[in-house]
């Protein structure tokens, strides 16, 4: 079982940056790695991924804004957050599916691997 911890959420000024740190339990070169949120009352939605290629894919949202990068050597995924806005408040997730898995993939819901989430807010 792959086990998935968040780390690095906080409380921050619109505009100002956090990064976001995912740490796994083994080895997650062959995953396909992602971060996804849930706004207060909202359903949860696709932030970044990355998979097993390193190609990585943004929701329109926080293009040019964020950037997802991993770690294979230290099983580490990481989310750099810049220019963050009050829209971006959401707890954020960690997943991993294994193999190839792109931005939209219902592998997502059907077959990943899940964090407890780390709660982002940003205040105007």
């Known amino acids: 079982q792959l086990q998935l911890v968040e780390s690095g959420g906080g409380s921050v000024v619109a505009g100002g940056s956090l990064r976001l740190s995912c740490a796994a339990s083994?080895?997650?070169?062959?995953?396909?790695m992602g971060w996804f949120r849930q706004p207060p009352g909202k359903e949860r939605e696709g932030v970044a991924t990355?998979?097993?290629?390193?190609?990585?894919k943004y929701a329109e949202s926080v293009k040019d804004r964020f950037a997802i990068f991993r770690d294979d050597a230290k099983n580490e995924l990481y989310l750099q957050m810049n220019s963050l806005e009050p829209e971006d408040t959401a707890t954020y997730f960690c997943?991993?599916?294994?193999?190839?898995?792109?931005?939209?993939?219902?592998?997502?819901?059907?077959?990943?691997?899940w964090g407890r989430g780390t709660q982002v807010t940003v205040s105007s």
């Open positions: 990355m998979d097993n290629y390193g190609r990585p």
């Open positions: 997943s991993a599916v294994r193999g190839t898995a792109g931005f939209s993939s219902t592998q997502w819901h059907d077959n990943a691997y």
């Open positions: 083994r080895d997650t070169s062959r995953y396909s």
